[in-house]
């Protein structure tokens, strides 16, 4: 696998969508921060951080698992389900922005959308990603974008954050050819 961010690229990218975030949402003042587990999570603490280094206050944030929202559910593996955390004030009402790490195919990005109405209704909901990278299979497109990378099918993109996998990087491989499409 080849690097293709850096950990100082990655933290570029996200100062940078942090930034977006609050000159989009005129200071935030009703948005909400909600990760896809797991690297989405961490993405979007960081992202509140970030936010409250600029802002001098406490952006809130969780995390939403939509494993049971998941589309493929027969066809692979059981997943270990993950956390749901909402902060205090919920979601009715409120600017949710989506965080993840990669934007694929659109479908995660569609399960967590099943999963945040089972939860309530936001005002309007946006999505930040780290990487986009291309073929879409659903009507899926992020509002925040820290870096687009057009891959092919065969390619793999690999996000790696200090707080789990010890450093920060955004990696680009290549998946065996009887792999390639899946």
């Known amino acids: 696998m080849r690097a293709v961010l850096d950990a100082a690229a990655v933290q570029r990218a996200l100062t940078r969508i942090a930034h977006e975030i609050l000159e989009r949402t005129q200071g935030a003042d009703d948005a909400v921060l909600l990760g896809i587990p797991t690297r989405g999570a961490h993405l979007a603490a960081r992202l509140a951080r970030q936010i409250a280094e600029v802002e001098g206050r406490t952006l809130p944030h969780g995390t939403l698992d939509v494993t049971m929202y ?3 559910l027969r066809l692979r593996p059981a997943r270990t389900l993950g956390h749901t955390e909402i902060p205090d004030g919920g979601v009715d009402g409120k600017l949710v922005v989506l965080v993840d790490d990669v934007l694929f195919s659109g479908r995660t990005i569609r399960a967590a959308l099943d999963a945040l109405a089972d939860l309530g209704r936001p005002r309007a909901v946006q999505l930040a990603v ?22 092919a099918q065969r390619e793999t993109v690999q996000v790696r954050l200090a707080e789990i996998d010890r450093e920060d990087a955004v990696l680009l491989g290549t998946k065996p050819e009887r792999e390639a499409g899946r």
Not at 130 to 151: F, M, Q, S, W
């Open 70 to 72: 998941r589309d493929d």
């Open 130 to 151: 780290l990487v986009d990278r291309g073929h879409r299979e659903l009507p899926i497109r992020a509002d925040y974008v820290g870096k687009n990378l057009p891959t």
